[in-house]
């Protein structure tokens, strides 16, 4: 039996892969640009509160309130064509960020200042969960670790490097609110460019394979529509399965990120030459984590077809429980920075496997909704474990208890996934006697 091939290059000579993978990159590089101009305008601004609790609550009120409109992009996008939906958000997008922009120049804080960012992260939920919806419509099955490893790491580092570029560039125009106004409005230039590479595709190329008409969505829509995706999923049992690993990391992820933005904010502020403090400092810290996803895409794949997706999720649940204690518990500089890159290393692969195992166990028709209830999962958590960090944390973010707590939780998720796994791989070798009997009698 001959496999279709399942390398990068047998994946960039599609020209509807390379241009997804286009729009993915254009799109979450202003994502960096933008979100860099929002963490300098409130996270390192002189005259914001530096406790964790205000921290947290900032991050609440930005990711919570967007998270509601999941299960509505989750139906919207299995009924209206995707590509659709990516050309359109992006240009919301870049008119949005121009009202962001304005109130910062106008150094507005305060409801109206997170609203207007709210709108902006409200719209990101169409456009990353049809990026995922859409990824199988440009590749073939076999090539799906391939294809998730090479988009959403490649998408992961160009944010990364947006943010650097961005805050690069407040060397030369400032850190006032001129200066973050100005990357406000720089972030629109890569939203349009996205929506004018995605025009290339044919309205049906993307799907849903069903398309449905319907120009509204009632919330009895919405709830009917959430349900049954909900069905879908319970009825994988695969794609439930790596749905609450994610939910359990995503967790751990958020309380370990406000542990470095106040270890950042409050407590590394001189720091060296070679490891910093402070914005330079978390700078350092995103390009660590993005090079620890880029290594992930880049070894993922192999490990996945040597050892398989469940093999390799269990092995980076151990490899981050080990990575948080042995290094982040030095809380110095090098030490984090080692610690942040074990950890993007970590949460890239098992993001690979997540994505794939859904594309895989999911019929089409429900991707939109399953992609949307993972999305809104996967900021839900991370916010609950940002309020949780903020009555566990201390200002200065260093917590050996909870670093520990952090570890165990990590080692009894994999413990958990790993007899998960091998249940499922022995019902497979010896399946039930009713269900033989009953292949047999077919």
């Excluded at 997804?20 to 101009?37: H, N």
């Excluded at 709210?118 to 456009?127: G, H, K, M, T």
């Excluded at 409005?185 to 995605?198: D, Q, T």
């Amino acid at each position: 039996m001959q496999h279709a091939p399942t390398t990068v290059r047998h994946l960039l000579r599609r020209g509807d892969f390379r241009r997804l993978l286009l729009t993915r990159l254009s799109s979450q590089f202003g994502d960096g640009v933008f979100q860099a101009a929002l963490a300098g305008t409130v996270l390192f601004n002189p005259q914001s509160a530096a406790d964790p609790i205000d921290v947290a609550a900032g991050f609440a009120v930005l990711l919570l309130p967007y998270s509601l409109v999941g299960p509505f992009a989750g139906v919207w996008l299995d009924r209206w064509s995707r590509r659709q939906v990516l050309l359109v958000a992006n240009v919301v997008r870049a008119v949005l960020v121009l009202a962001v922009a304005a109130l910062v120049l106008a150094a507005v804080q305060g409801v109206g200042f997170y609203v207007a960012g709210l709108l902006v992260f409200s719209v990101n939920r169409f456009v990353l969960s049809a990026l995922s919806a859409a990824l199988p419509h440009t590749t073939d099955e076999p090539s799906l670790v391939s294809a998730n490893a090479l988009s959403t790491t490649a998408g992961a580092i160009a944010s990364v490097l947006g943010g650097g570029a961005a805050i690069g560039a407040t060397e030369l125009i400032g850190r006032g609110p001129g200066g973050y106004a100005t990357l406000a409005v720089a972030s629109a230039v890569p939203y349009l460019g996205a929506s004018a590479i995605v025009s290339g595709f044919r309205r049906p190329h993307l799907g849903p394979d069903h398309l449905t008409l319907a120009a509204t969505v009632s919330a009895r829509d919405v709830l009917h529509g959430m349900l049954a995706g909900a069905r879908h999923v319970a009825a994988h049992p695969p794609a439930t399965a790596v749905l609450s690993v994610m939910a359990v990391h995503r967790v751990f992820y958020g309380l370990l990120t406000l542990m470095t933005l106040l270890l950042y904010r409050n407590t590394f502020t001189d720091g060296s030459s070679l490891f910093p403090g402070g914005l330079a400092g978390l700078a350092e810290v995103l390009a660590a984590g993005a090079t620890g996803t880029l290594l992930a895409a880049a070894v993922t794949p192999a490990a996945v077809r040597r050892w398989g997706k469940a093999a390799w999720v269990v092995g980076m649940l151990v490899l981050a429980a080990a990575g948080q204690l042995v290094l982040g518990g030095l809380f110095e500089p090098p030490a984090v920075v080692a610690a942040v890159l074990t950890l993007g290393f970590v949460a890239q692969g098992i993001k690979i496997c997540v994505d794939t195992t859904l594309q895989e166990a999911v019929e089409d028709d429900f991707r939109g909704r399953v992609f949307s209830v993972y999305d809104t999962l996967f900021n839900v958590f991370f916010v609950v474990a940002l309020l949780a960090g903020a009555f566990l944390l201390p200002a200065s973010g260093i917590s050996w208890p909870l670093l520990v707590v952090i570890g165990a939780g990590y080692l009894l998720t994999a413990v958990v996934f790993a007899r998960w796994a091998r249940g499922q791989a022995q019902r497979a070798e010896h399946p039930p006697l009713a269900l033989t009997r009953a292949n047999a009698t077919s």
